[in-house]
C-alpha cells in the first residue's frame, strides 16, 4: 500500500528492510524511505523483504506495530 503522504493513520506497507547503524529503513517498492520506530531489534530482517505495519507519524516515520517477512 503506498501512502498519501498523511500523517497519524494506520499503514501497512511492503518493501526491503535496510539498517543505517542502529536504525531500521524500509525501502518500499515506490522507492519511498521510511525510519521504522520501534524497541525491537530488527538486524535479523536486514536486507530481506517484509511487511511492517503501523501508524505513520511523520513523512517518513512509522512506529511499528508489527512486521514480518514477506511470503517467499
Same mark, same amino acid.
Given at each position: 500500500?503506498?501512502? $498519501? /503522504?498523511? =500523517?497519524g493513520s &494506520? #499503514? #501497512?506497507l511492503t518493501g526491503a528492510l535496510r539498517m543505517a547503524g542502529h536504525s531500521a529503513? *524500509?525501502?518500499t517498492n515506490d522507492d519511498r524511505i521510511l #525510519? *521504522? @520506530?520501534t524497541a525491537e531489534d530488527l538486524t535479523? &530482517?536486514? %536486507? =530481506?523483504?517484509? @511487511?511492517?505495519e %503501523? $501508524? *505513520? =507519524? /511523520?513523512p517518513d #516515520? *512509522? $512506529?511499528?506495530?508489527?512486521i514480518g517477512p514477506t511470503a517467499s
Amino acid at each position: 500500500m503506498a501512502s $498519501n /503522504g498523511s =500523517t497519524g493513520s &494506520y #499503514r #501497512r506497507l511492503t518493501g526491503a528492510l535496510r539498517m543505517a547503524g542502529h536504525s531500521a529503513m *524500509l525501502v518500499t517498492n515506490d522507492d519511498r524511505i521510511l #525510519r *521504522l @520506530i520501534t524497541a525491537e531489534d530488527l538486524t535479523s &530482517y536486514d %536486507g =530481506t523483504s517484509v @511487511i511492517v505495519e %503501523g $501508524n *505513520l =507519524t /511523520g513523512p517518513d #516515520r *512509522l $512506529n511499528v506495530e508489527w512486521i514480518g517477512p514477506t511470503a517467499s
